[in-house]
Protein backbone atom coordinates (compact mmCIF):
# COMPACT_ATOMS: atom_id res chain seq x y z
CA UNK A 1 0.00 0.00 0.00
CA UNK A 2 1.50 3.56 -1.06
CA UNK A 3 1.93 6.24 1.54
CA UNK A 4 1.23 9.39 0.26
CA UNK A 5 2.91 12.81 1.21
CA UNK A 6 0.11 15.52 1.35
CA UNK A 7 1.73 19.13 0.91
CA UNK A 8 0.10 21.44 3.38
CA UNK A 9 -1.83 23.29 0.66
CA UNK A 10 -3.41 20.28 -0.61
CA UNK A 11 -6.84 19.83 0.26
CA UNK A 12 -9.14 16.25 -0.50
CA UNK A 13 -8.40 14.97 -3.78
CA UNK A 14 -11.21 13.89 -5.97
CA UNK A 15 -11.07 10.12 -7.59
CA UNK A 16 -13.81 9.60 -10.55
CA UNK A 17 -14.67 5.99 -11.31
CA UNK A 18 -17.49 4.67 -13.82
CA UNK A 19 -20.53 2.60 -13.36
CA UNK A 20 -20.92 -0.67 -15.14
CA UNK A 21 -18.51 -2.97 -16.69
CA UNK A 22 -15.40 -1.64 -15.52
CA UNK A 23 -15.78 -0.96 -11.61
CA UNK A 24 -15.82 -4.49 -10.74
CA UNK A 25 -11.97 -4.82 -12.27
CA UNK A 26 -11.05 -1.60 -11.10
CA UNK A 27 -11.89 -1.79 -7.46
CA UNK A 28 -9.29 -4.44 -6.40
CA UNK A 29 -6.88 -2.24 -8.74
CA UNK A 30 -7.97 0.61 -6.61
CA UNK A 31 -7.28 -1.38 -3.68
CA UNK A 32 -3.97 -1.93 -3.89
CA UNK A 33 -3.00 1.44 -4.97
CA UNK A 34 -4.15 2.16 -1.28
CA UNK A 35 -7.68 3.63 -2.15
CA UNK A 36 -10.73 1.58 -0.95
CA UNK A 37 -14.03 3.06 -0.94
CA UNK A 38 -16.17 3.56 2.21
CA UNK A 39 -18.60 0.57 3.25
CA UNK A 40 -21.82 2.64 1.86
CA UNK A 41 -19.84 2.44 -1.56
CA UNK A 42 -21.20 -1.06 -1.95
CA UNK A 43 -24.35 -0.59 -0.93
CA UNK A 44 -26.74 -1.08 -4.00
CA UNK A 45 -29.52 0.49 -1.70
CA UNK A 46 -27.07 3.56 -1.52
CA UNK A 47 -28.10 6.25 -4.05
CA UNK A 48 -25.39 8.81 -3.61
CA UNK A 49 -22.67 9.27 -5.83
CA UNK A 50 -19.65 10.91 -3.67
CA UNK A 51 -18.00 8.56 -1.01
CA UNK A 52 -15.07 8.88 1.31
CA UNK A 53 -12.19 6.49 1.56
CA UNK A 54 -12.48 3.23 4.32
CA UNK A 55 -10.03 5.15 6.90
CA UNK A 56 -8.83 1.82 8.39
CA UNK A 57 -8.03 0.15 4.74
CA UNK A 58 -6.82 3.24 2.50
CA UNK A 59 -3.32 5.06 2.78
CA UNK A 60 -5.06 8.64 1.12
CA UNK A 61 -8.00 10.70 2.19
CA UNK A 62 -9.76 10.91 -0.94
CA UNK A 63 -13.28 11.71 -2.28
CA UNK A 64 -14.43 9.11 -4.73
CA UNK A 65 -17.33 9.85 -7.13
CA UNK A 66 -19.38 7.24 -9.02
CA UNK A 67 -20.59 8.78 -12.17
CA UNK A 68 -21.33 8.02 -15.75
CA UNK A 69 -18.16 6.74 -17.66
CA UNK A 70 -18.31 9.26 -19.77
CA UNK A 71 -18.82 11.74 -16.99
CA UNK A 72 -15.48 10.84 -15.67
CA UNK A 73 -13.43 12.01 -18.86
CA UNK A 74 -15.65 15.64 -18.40
CA UNK A 75 -14.80 15.54 -14.50
CA UNK A 76 -11.49 15.30 -14.49
CA UNK A 77 -10.61 17.32 -17.64
CA UNK A 78 -12.01 20.28 -16.50
CA UNK A 79 -10.62 19.76 -12.61
CA UNK A 80 -13.48 18.93 -10.96
CA UNK A 81 -11.70 15.58 -10.26
CA UNK A 82 -8.09 15.31 -10.64
CA UNK A 83 -7.90 11.41 -10.98
CA UNK A 84 -10.00 8.76 -12.58
CA UNK A 85 -10.48 5.83 -14.24
CA UNK A 86 -11.95 5.55 -17.51
CA UNK A 87 -12.26 3.42 -21.03
CA UNK A 88 -9.94 4.40 -23.86
CA UNK A 89 -12.83 4.53 -26.13
CA UNK A 90 -14.20 7.77 -23.64
CA UNK A 91 -10.44 9.30 -23.98
CA UNK A 92 -10.59 8.74 -28.09
CA UNK A 93 -14.25 9.94 -28.13
CA UNK A 94 -13.84 13.44 -26.23
CA UNK A 95 -10.13 13.66 -26.83
CA UNK A 96 -9.37 16.46 -24.11
CA UNK A 97 -6.48 18.38 -24.38
CA UNK A 98 -6.05 18.57 -20.07
CA UNK A 99 -6.23 14.80 -19.90
CA UNK A 100 -3.42 12.83 -19.61
CA UNK A 101 -3.72 8.78 -19.61
CA UNK A 102 -0.42 7.51 -17.91
CA UNK A 103 -1.28 4.22 -17.15
CA UNK A 104 -2.81 1.26 -19.36
CA UNK A 105 -4.34 -0.47 -16.67
CA UNK A 106 -5.26 -3.88 -18.54
CA UNK A 107 -8.69 -4.53 -17.29
CA UNK A 108 -12.02 -3.84 -18.91
CA UNK A 109 -10.90 -5.04 -22.08
CA UNK A 110 -13.26 -5.06 -24.83
CA UNK A 111 -13.48 -3.43 -28.37
CA UNK A 112 -15.65 -0.84 -30.73
CA UNK A 113 -17.12 -2.54 -33.77
CA UNK A 114 -19.01 -1.65 -36.38
CA UNK A 115 -22.30 -4.59 -37.26
CA UNK A 116 -25.40 -4.57 -39.26
CA UNK A 117 -27.83 -6.86 -39.61
CA UNK A 118 -26.84 -10.64 -40.28
CA UNK A 119 -29.05 -10.36 -43.03
CA UNK A 120 -28.45 -7.07 -44.91
CA UNK A 121 -25.82 -8.45 -47.70
CA UNK A 122 -25.75 -5.43 -49.08
CA UNK A 123 -21.96 -4.08 -48.52
CA UNK A 124 -21.39 0.08 -47.99
CA UNK A 125 -18.46 -0.28 -50.89
CA UNK A 126 -18.58 2.07 -53.37
CA UNK A 127 -21.63 4.06 -50.91
CA UNK A 128 -20.94 7.81 -49.79
CA UNK A 129 -23.23 7.65 -46.81
CA UNK A 130 -24.55 6.16 -44.11
CA UNK A 131 -26.64 6.59 -41.55
CA UNK A 132 -25.05 5.05 -38.21
CA UNK A 133 -26.62 4.20 -34.58
CA UNK A 134 -24.14 5.11 -32.19
CA UNK A 135 -22.89 7.17 -28.95
CA UNK A 136 -19.23 7.38 -30.19
CA UNK A 137 -20.29 10.04 -33.07
CA UNK A 138 -16.67 11.58 -33.23
CA UNK A 139 -14.96 8.12 -33.53
CA UNK A 140 -17.65 6.55 -35.84
CA UNK A 141 -17.34 9.72 -38.24
CA UNK A 142 -13.26 9.76 -38.35
CA UNK A 143 -13.35 5.50 -38.91
CA UNK A 144 -15.92 6.39 -42.20
CA UNK A 145 -14.42 9.38 -43.40
CA UNK A 146 -11.14 7.22 -43.23
CA UNK A 147 -12.93 4.67 -45.82
CA UNK A 148 -14.62 7.74 -48.01
CA UNK A 149 -17.94 7.37 -46.71
CA UNK A 150 -20.03 10.18 -45.03
CA UNK A 151 -21.55 8.91 -41.62
CA UNK A 152 -24.60 10.25 -40.69
CA UNK A 153 -24.83 9.71 -37.27
CA UNK A 154 -27.74 9.00 -35.08
CA UNK A 155 -26.94 9.74 -31.24
CA UNK A 156 -28.59 6.56 -29.00
CA UNK A 157 -27.43 6.01 -25.29
CA UNK A 158 -28.76 2.44 -25.29
CA UNK A 159 -30.58 -0.65 -27.10
CA UNK A 160 -27.74 0.08 -30.15
CA UNK A 161 -28.44 -3.66 -31.58
CA UNK A 162 -32.65 -2.53 -31.99
CA UNK A 163 -31.29 0.44 -34.38
CA UNK A 164 -31.12 -1.86 -38.09
CA UNK A 165 -34.34 -4.19 -37.23
CA UNK A 166 -36.34 -0.90 -36.53
CA UNK A 167 -35.23 1.04 -39.61
CA UNK A 168 -33.31 3.30 -37.80
CA UNK A 169 -29.91 3.28 -38.80
CA UNK A 170 -28.31 0.52 -41.83
CA UNK A 171 -25.12 0.07 -38.89
CA UNK A 172 -24.45 0.65 -35.29
CA UNK A 173 -21.11 1.29 -33.69
CA UNK A 174 -20.75 0.19 -30.60
CA UNK A 175 -19.19 -1.93 -27.40
CA UNK A 176 -18.47 -5.44 -27.91
CA UNK A 177 -16.64 -7.65 -25.74
CA UNK A 178 -18.09 -11.85 -26.62
CA UNK A 179 -20.11 -10.62 -29.58
CA UNK A 180 -23.24 -12.70 -28.08
CA UNK A 181 -25.56 -9.94 -27.43
CA UNK A 182 -24.72 -8.82 -31.29
CA UNK A 183 -26.07 -12.07 -32.17
CA UNK A 184 -29.22 -12.34 -30.09
CA UNK A 185 -30.24 -9.84 -31.93
CA UNK A 186 -29.40 -10.56 -35.36
CA UNK A 187 -26.55 -8.73 -35.98
CA UNK A 188 -22.67 -9.70 -37.11
CA UNK A 189 -19.69 -7.55 -36.27
CA UNK A 190 -18.26 -6.14 -39.83
CA UNK A 191 -14.84 -4.40 -38.88
CA UNK A 192 -12.94 -3.34 -35.69
CA UNK A 193 -12.46 0.52 -35.01
CA UNK A 194 -10.57 0.02 -31.43
CA UNK A 195 -9.39 -2.24 -29.09
CA UNK A 196 -10.12 -0.76 -25.89
CA UNK A 197 -8.75 -1.13 -22.05
CA UNK A 198 -9.05 1.04 -18.75
CA UNK A 199 -6.72 3.49 -18.09
CA UNK A 200 -6.17 5.93 -15.33
CA UNK A 201 -6.44 9.68 -16.48
CA UNK A 202 -5.44 12.63 -14.48
CA UNK A 203 -5.75 16.34 -15.11
CA UNK A 204 -2.77 17.93 -16.44
CA UNK A 205 -2.84 20.96 -14.22
CA UNK A 206 -3.02 18.78 -11.24
CA UNK A 207 -0.27 16.44 -11.86
CA UNK A 208 2.00 19.38 -12.45
CA UNK A 209 0.74 21.65 -9.20
CA UNK A 210 0.20 18.12 -6.99
CA UNK A 211 3.01 15.99 -5.92
CA UNK A 212 0.42 13.48 -4.99
CA UNK A 213 -1.28 12.85 -8.53
CA UNK A 214 2.74 11.92 -9.45
CA UNK A 215 2.60 9.37 -6.54
CA UNK A 216 -0.68 7.50 -7.11
CA UNK A 217 0.41 7.46 -11.38
CA UNK A 218 3.33 5.48 -9.37
CA UNK A 219 1.36 3.44 -7.17
CA UNK A 220 -1.20 2.77 -10.64
CA UNK A 221 1.95 2.55 -12.80
CA UNK A 222 3.91 -0.14 -10.57
CA UNK A 223 0.36 -2.80 -9.81
CA UNK A 224 -0.14 -2.94 -13.53
CA UNK A 225 3.64 -3.98 -14.20
CA UNK A 226 3.22 -6.50 -11.47
CA UNK A 227 0.24 -8.08 -13.24
CA UNK A 228 1.49 -7.99 -16.65
CA UNK A 229 5.31 -9.29 -15.46
CA UNK A 230 3.29 -12.01 -13.42
CA UNK A 231 0.85 -12.94 -16.60
CA UNK A 232 4.68 -13.30 -18.61
CA UNK A 233 5.73 -15.54 -16.42
CA UNK A 234 2.85 -17.66 -15.91
CA UNK A 235 2.61 -17.89 -20.02
CA UNK A 236 6.57 -18.94 -20.18
CA UNK A 237 6.12 -21.30 -17.23
CA UNK A 238 3.11 -22.96 -19.38
CA UNK A 239 5.02 -23.13 -22.22
CA UNK A 240 7.96 -24.34 -20.77
CA UNK A 241 5.40 -26.85 -19.21
CA UNK A 242 3.88 -28.05 -22.64
CA UNK A 243 7.07 -28.67 -24.53
CA UNK A 244 8.54 -30.99 -21.40
CA UNK A 245 5.21 -32.63 -21.47
CA UNK A 246 5.43 -33.16 -25.48
CA UNK A 247 9.10 -34.31 -24.71
CA UNK A 248 8.25 -36.72 -22.50
CA UNK A 249 5.23 -38.02 -24.59
CA UNK A 250 8.21 -38.14 -27.70
CA UNK A 251 10.35 -39.92 -25.63
CA UNK A 252 7.58 -42.81 -24.19
CA UNK A 253 6.73 -43.17 -28.10
Known sequence: MTTPTTPASGGKLTFAVPKGRILDEALPVMARAGIVPDPAFHD????????????????????????????VATFVAHGAAQVGIVGSDVIEEF?????????????????LSVARLAGDEQAENGASHLRV?????????????????????????????????????R???DLVSTGNTLKQNGLVETSRILDISARLIV??????TDTRIAQLVDAFRRDAEARRAA????????TRSSSASGSAEQDAA
Not at 47 to 70: E, T, Y
Not at 231 to 238: H, V, W
Request: aromatic share 8%.
Open 171 to 173: RIV
Open 44 to 71: KANRSLSFDCDAAQSAWDMRIIRVRAFD
Open 95 to 111: DYDDLYAPVDLDIGHCR
Open 203 to 208: NRAALK
Open 231 to 238: ASGSAEQN
Open 133 to 169: ATKYPNLTRRHFEAAGVQAECVKLNGAMELAPSLGLS
